[in-house]
């Protein structure tokens, strides 16, 4: 998903210094226009003579195009430029009203729906996507952010309309879930490394498409009937019943003499991966030696593949073991090797040793699939302080873990297809486990709770028990806490501090010491697990201890079921507060010796000069 910041993250790459495009007819397509510029840094309005004008140099010189104009006339206008999806613009209609965003053109491979998002949200306008998979909630195949070759739109209708398709893997990778009827198989590669060269290919650039019966290595899968979704690294025969995905797997480890031609880099390892049967859509990134990081040649071929160059220090490369270190590369660059270490700098298996030309050397490197894991908060409860981003997370994930009643909150979210594994409450660590353990295995997996993962929540459980083997990516989640206290009015307008009474992991005498010091060093407390039926007498020596420090009349907010139905907002004093009033459900706002209720509302002053 896009940001403001970014409207533009999907996209293939830009054409011009501004990726987005505005074109706007009337005053209020203009204003709409700046709006989303001055959100946008690479944004701007394009003027001509003419707003049919200024559509065709947006449509020429940008990666999207957001139009406030009829959607007729943009048909009409950019109808006679229409050429590949692959390559056109994305783009995006909005009407005079800024009621809807329609993506018009480029939905998926553009990145138009995302951007009709992105302008919805900015304008409070409603998207309309009309691609058949984001329709009904279906993962697009080409819109997972790996490169994508073959029968893209027929595999996607077969999964559509639910027939039998067979996604063939040669590894577990962290897919999004995909339907029931989509059977998944693992197929590992061969363990020869080196199978027959396939087809040279007559150019030294990079070599991105199969065409159909054009590639001599076998496949994960080939040869079966019906429809398939593949997933590989590895040149296969297409035919108009098969999709290939391409996971970002190899790595490239590249060494040079110094002033080495681009095409020499370029054309060997072409030849490389060729001679393997490597697809170079695969290729995640090329990577060498530091003292190399600014080899033009080297440049040239990373920019050629349109892949980012690594570089490592000599000294680290020195300690990654490789089957044919040199003493001459030692003495030049003070590490025995460079394309092979380069290449398994991160672990995984070589594919091609080292290979040289009078002035390179490849090496290649498959790096194993790591499994992906999200802590996703899911807030207060109120599916409108859900965030964007935990919304997309949680589309992303094939496996989703949490506690059943939060789950229940989100299961209209989820995709099809998607394996949720619901515990019940006392459940923190087996939850932990579940998820680490899904993820380990390779699968894009989502462990939620409320408010903010990491707040009184499952992420530092979760990382207790994650290893380097996984990638982990924390989705912040508005807090109950935070919802409270925009309930309550400012109580947090200075410092305060998070406090749990929940004695169950940790001892009392811990829990009365930081509410003392919280109470003598004057800091407005957040008290959450306030008071339960087996834990009903905490609160009131929390209370007492603050009553030691502040005066009787300091404000004391209590919010119970923050956002979600049964919500009630109490405000009371140190003096007056009935603890009976108080249960899990609820968070307790203790205020400073300088909170103060002002018209109904509990306020803390920052200590601003006017306030005196």
Known sequence: ?????????????????????????????RAHAHRLAAAWPHARLVEAESVADALRVAWRECDAVVAFLATGAVVRILA?????????????????????????????????????????????????????????????????????????????????????????????????ALPEHVRVEIAPPPADPHPPASTPTPTDGPAISTPAGGAA????????????????????????????LRPLSLVAGIGSSRGVPAAEVTGLLRRALADAGLSPASLRCLASVDLKADEAGIRATADAYGVPLETWPAAE?????????????????????VAEAAALRHGGTLLVPKTASPMATVAVARRAPRGRLALVGLGPGAADLRTPRAVAELRRAAVVVGLDQ??????????RGTRVLASGLGAEEARARAAVAEAAAGHAVALVGSGDAGVYAMASPALEYADDRIDVVGVPGVTAGLAASALLGAPLGHDHVYLSLSDLHTPWEVIARRVAAAAEGDLVALLYNPRSRTRDWQLGAALETFAAHRPPDTPVGVVRNASRPGQRVHLATLATLDPALVDMYSVVVVGSSQTRVVAGRMVTPRGYRWRS
């Open 406 to 415: 939060y789950l229940d909150q989100v299961r209209d979210v989820l995709r």
């Open 1 to 29: 998903m896009t940001t403001p910041s970014d409207p533009l993250a999907t996209a293939r790459g830009r054409k011009g210094p501004f990726p987005v495009g505005l074109v706007a007819a009337t005053a209020a397509g």
């Open 80 to 176: 006679p430029l229409l050429g590949d999806k692959r390559t056109d613009p994305a783009v995006v209609v909005v009407d005079e009203a800024a009621r809807h965003a329609v993506a018009l053109l480029g939905g998926h491979a553009g990145g138009a729906n995302a951007l009709a998002a992105e302008v919805g949200a900015l304008l409070d306008a409603r998207p309309v996507v009309t691609t058949a998979t984001d329709a009904v909630g279906l993962p697009g195949l080409d819109t997972l952010g790996w490169p994508v070759e073959g029968a893209v739109a027929a595999v996607s209708r077969a999964i559509l309309d639910g027939e039998p398709v067979r996604l063939v893997a040669d590894a577990t990778w962290p897919l999004p």
């Open 217 to 244: 290595t076998a496949g994960p899968g080939e040869g079966a009937e019906g429809w398939r979704i593949l997933v590989t690294d590895r040149v296969v025969p297409l035919d108009g019943r098969t999709v290939v």
């Open 317 to 337: 490369l020195a300690a990654v073991d490789v089957p044919h270190p040199s003493e001459v590369v030692r003495a030049a660059v003070g590490t025995p090797s």
